[in-house]
């Protein structure tokens, strides 16, 4: 009777269960998520079994599975791996406990669970641990002998495998050496100085010499090190000739004219050196050395050194130069839109202003910066080329699954996992599915996935998805206060994290137009925005979207109003930029003009992140029905 009971008690809680609409179980899902926080793991599983269609149930699972580890749920782990492997969390927890099995040194339920060499250099170690625990030292050298061979300090689960092999000779006099030159090449000092202690008395005094002269390569000409290109010396040359070009570049040609001399270079170092010198040489703007660059360059073969050759050259307003070394580079280089629109330019300079409007005409009808640029130049309409994704009604119905799925994700702010489910589906499928999901994206108010779609789909032209007009009361509220175009915010922010509202760059910036936190802080200070404390707040869009427009009008009342330096800024810094405006040596007296200005910017960053702001506004301009306008009267005069 009571087996019965509870039978019939199973089947309401089944129907029960069943019943649940979307906001039920979004609700029973946030309770066991906070549930599951406060460690409250009995009544969090409670919740989860009420939940057993919900989209991220297995998310719940997870999180019980990681935070109840043990050594014997090999089972319920790998279960959970084969049901859940079409989402990443299954790697994600399946690293976990692996992680959790060596930390319990339980050797023999490590390679049970996973008994291939893992892809992680910490876990590889672990495994070389495990098959050692079994006496398997000669069946895992040749895997511990490449993870050996690496420029950089390995983790210290790899302390243990690599001394007992150091103490068996199988890490050999030769192996020793072959790491230390990789740990030259990476210039990682503190391990060649360990590598050093391991070494016989002949190898240690040679490699505490190598490593002296790491240290002060000016001393490089008067080596005694580098007299044969059998001496094991030999190949560290080149690594000390370069670091020796990044900060005396005349004494680095010298001293590889010295050596070339007594014990030539083969053909791939001769040149790799001779880029690398003729990079450093305009990078540094070491005029003296020009005639021996122009001399080099066309030996080289290198369309990367012509372009930076070329923007030097425009940088002096060298126009001869400019035209000579455009005509050097490859032909479908020739006749891209950037070394086009610089071949009217000197045409121009010529004054043969017909032959320049030819060269302009074929790239005005480019929606890019220099199309836009040139078809001012020629008073033409701007070229959107803009296709409009329509929407098909069943083509989507197959993935309809994985949709919902993100959308959970997406309804409890599971970003990073969205972002990364997202790409998953876009991975392998046709370019009309593609769209579609970027159609659909764009629907959801979605629109960071909307530009991702676009992207994967490479459909340059389909503006609303590629360009999705977010916020717009957000934007043009902020826009306004500030006096600054909707259209410019909106280019800023599209090319800072393409709507991303919580993307976190490597270096901290955040949020939809990426501030720094310092930045944000003091913005927040000067326009008096009391409501900003932290900064988990800069994803907040309200705030975000606040002080990125109030930052950037500060930029531009520094810049008195000039929209190229103040955008140059956003992305560089305003100190990089005051140096590059103040950097005129070796210039005459005639200014540089906008558009040589913006092409010789530094940093290649921060000349494609101007470009393509100035751009994007043109776009937005179209999409919000506004005058298209690329530069006005005052910014193509100004000089700089």
């Not at 919740?47 to 580890?69: A, E, I, R, V």
């Not at 580079?329 to 006749?335: F, G, N, S």
């Not at 959107?384 to 309804?411: C, G, M, W």
């Not at 996992?417 to 998953?424: D, F, G, H, I």
């Amino acid at each position: 009777m009571f087996r019965i009971l509870l039978v019939m008690l199973s089947i309401v809680f089944s129907s029960a269960t069943f019943s649940l609409s979307l906001n039920q179980q979004r609700t029973l899902y946030s309770d066991a998520r906070s549930l599951q926080e406060q460690n409250n793991w009995q009544q969090a599983d409670e919740k989860l079994q009420m939940l057993p269609d919900y989209p991220l149930t297995y998310l719940l699972q997870y999180q019980s599975l990681k935070n109840n580890f043990s050594v014997s749920d090999k089972e319920k782990i790998s279960a959970f791996i084969i049901k859940n492997k079409q989402y990443k969390i299954s790697n994600k927890l399946q690293r976990e406990y692996m992680f959790y099995l060596a930390g319990q040194q339980s050797w023999q339920a490590f390679l049970d669970f996973y008994p291939a060499l893992p892809r992680s250099t910490k876990l590889k170690c672990f495994h070389f641990q495990a098959k050692m625990s079994q006496n398997k030292h000669d069946q895992i050298w040749p895997d511990v002998k490449k993870v050996w061979l690496s420029g950089y300090s390995q983790p210290n689960a790899c302390d243990s495998v690599f001394k007992y092999y150091l103490t068996q000779k199988k890490v050999s006099q030769s192996l020793i050496w072959q790491r230390f030159q990789l740990a030259h090449r990476s210039n990682k000092k503190a391990l060649m100085k360990y590598l050093i202690t391991l070494m016989d008395a002949d190898n240690k005094e040679l490699a505490g010499q190598l490593y002296k002269l790491n240290q002060s390569p000016q001393k490089l000409s008067r080596s005694s090190l580098f007299t044969s290109h059998d001496h094991a010396s030999y190949p560290f040359l080149k690594d000390m000739l370069k670091r020796l070009a990044r900060s005396d570049i005349n004494l680095a040609i010298q001293t590889y004219q010295i050596y070339d001399s007594k014990v030539p270079f083969v053909f791939s170092d001769e040149i790799e050196l001779k880029k690398y010198f003729a990079s450093r040489v305009l990078i540094k703007n070491k005029q003296g050395l020009l005639p021996w660059v122009d001399k080099t360059l066309p030996s080289l073969g290198s369309e990367k050194l012509i372009a930076q050759r070329i923007r030097y050259a425009i940088k002096y307003n060298n126009w001869p130069d400019i035209e000579n070394w455009i005509n050097q580079l490859p032909q479908e280089a020739i006749h891209s839109p950037t070394w086009l629109y610089w071949q009217a330019r000197v045409l121009e300079e010529k004054e043969q202003f017909a032959q320049a409007n030819k060269l302009y005409q074929k790239i005005a009808g480019e929606r890019k910066y220099y199309g836009f640029l040139a078809a001012q130049k020629l008073g033409l309409t701007y070229q959107l080329n803009a296709q409009i994704v329509e929407p098909e009604v069943t083509s989507l119905r197959y993935v309809q699954k994985q949709l919902d799925h993100i959308e959970e994700l997406y309804f409890h702010q599971y970003m990073n996992l969205v972002k990364r489910e997202w790409e998953s589906l876009l991975k392998g499928r046709d370019i009309d599915v593609q769209r579609q999901l970027g159609l659909y994206a764009f629907d959801k108010g979605w629109p960071h996935l909307s530009v991702l779609a676009s992207i994967r789909s490479k459909s340059w032209d389909a503006i609303n998805i590629r360009f999705p007009e977010v916020k717009p009361e957000l934007f043009s509220e902020n826009a306004n206060k500030f006096q600054v175009p909707t259209s410019y915010i909106y280019a800023i922010t599209r090319q800072e994290s393409s709507f991303d509202q919580f993307a976190n760059s490597p270096v901290g910036a955040t949020g939809y137009m990426q501030l720094m936190p310092a930045t944000a802080k003091e913005t927040a200070r000067k326009i008096g925005l009391k409501e900003y404390k932290k900064k988990a707040q800069l994803t907040e869009s309200e705030i975000n979207v606040a002080l990125g427009t109030a930052y950037f009008d500060s930029l531009l009342k520094r810049y008195k109003g000039n929209r190229i330096l103040a955008t140059a800024a956003y992305n560089a810094g305003p100190n990089r930029v005051d140096r590059w405006k103040k950097n005129k040596k070796g210039r005459d007296n005639k200014a540089l003009s906008m558009d040589s200005w913006v092409e010789t910017i530094p940093y290649k960053e921060t000349r494609r992140y101007v470009k393509n702001v100035l751009a994007y506004n043109v776009i937005y301009q179209h999409i919000q029905q506004q005058p298209m306008e690329f530069f006005n009267e005052k910014e193509l005069g100004a000089t700089y």
